[in-house]
């Protein structure tokens, strides 16, 4: 379940200025097509028009052949995980963040997404700014533990559709590689969509859509593309 499919997608957020025009591909159940390109090709706003953050002008989006347009915004959220580039936290402890789109998660399944993510250390922490509130239990979290947050709270969600939008840009390579290993183990069998600048990051994807200037220039698996170019 979770086929995704971008049929003929147009989008502007200032109607003067197209952004998409004319996008169309799909994400077939259970695999992993990563979009890749310059910065400002429109990438991240596919991930936000899946998520219907805002609607397609012209053309559709597809969750299984249903428009989203005509899925309600609950059943949405809830077959949608999505890991952003910079993870915004609650002003609660790290345990109610990787709870968070799933409340009725008991203690045990907390824990165990924790594990997964490797910050079971520190989940009855409150992260960062607001220390001085809670003195001893506040933490400052790097850009990498904020990300494992995101990925324990997706382990945890388990839903059938995954986004990484650019989930690992912001980390140095170490974390960067760390953090990759943790998101395959995620995204197995689950149908991701990943927004990425460089195509060395997305080696595993099924296939890669280039987007320049709101159009794909060119698609195909990792080593075909460096072939070409
Ligand atoms: P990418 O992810 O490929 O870097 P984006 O999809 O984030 O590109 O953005 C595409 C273009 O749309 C950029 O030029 C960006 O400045 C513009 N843009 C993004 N978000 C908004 C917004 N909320 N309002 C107006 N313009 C936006
Ligand atoms: P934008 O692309 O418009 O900047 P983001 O992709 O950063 O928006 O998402 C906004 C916030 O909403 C993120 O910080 C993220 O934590 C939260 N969020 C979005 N989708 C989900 C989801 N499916 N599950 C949990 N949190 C989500």
Do not use: C, W
């Amino acid at each position: 379940a979770g086929a995704i499919a971008f049929r003929d997608v147009h989008f502007a957020y200032d109607p003067a200025r197209p952004i998409l025009k004319g996008v169309s591909f799909e994400v077939p159940a259970g695999k992993t097509v990563a979009v890749v390109g310059p910065s400002g090709a429109g990438k991240s706003t596919l991930s936000r028009l899946l998520y219907r953050f805002y609607d397609v002008q012209q053309g559709a989006i597809t969750i299984d052949g249903q428009d989203v347009r005509d899925v309600t915004q609950k059943s949405l959220r809830a077959a949608i995980g999505m890991v952003p580039q910079d993870t915004v936290l609650f002003n609660d402890t790290i345990a109610y963040n990787i709870r968070y789109g799933r409340p009725d998660a008991s203690d045990e399944e907390v824990r165990a997404a924790a594990e997964i993510a490797q910050i079971s250390g520190f989940i009855e922490h409150l992260p960062d700014g607001f220390k001085s509130m809670v003195g001893e239990r506040g933490l400052k979290l790097s850009g990498g533990e904020k990300q494992r947050v995101a990925i324990a709270r997706t382990v945890l969600k388990s839903p059938p559709i995954l986004i990484l939008d650019e989930a690992t840009s912001a980390l140095d390579t170490r974390t960067e590689q760390e953090i990759q290993a943790a998101l395959e183990i995620v995204s197995k069998n689950r149908t991701t969509l990943v927004i990425a600048h460089r195509l060395s990051t997305v080696v595993g994807a099924d296939e890669i859509i280039v987007l320049k200037d709101g159009r794909i220039a060119e698609r195909g698996t990792h080593a075909g593309l460096l072939r070409q170019n």
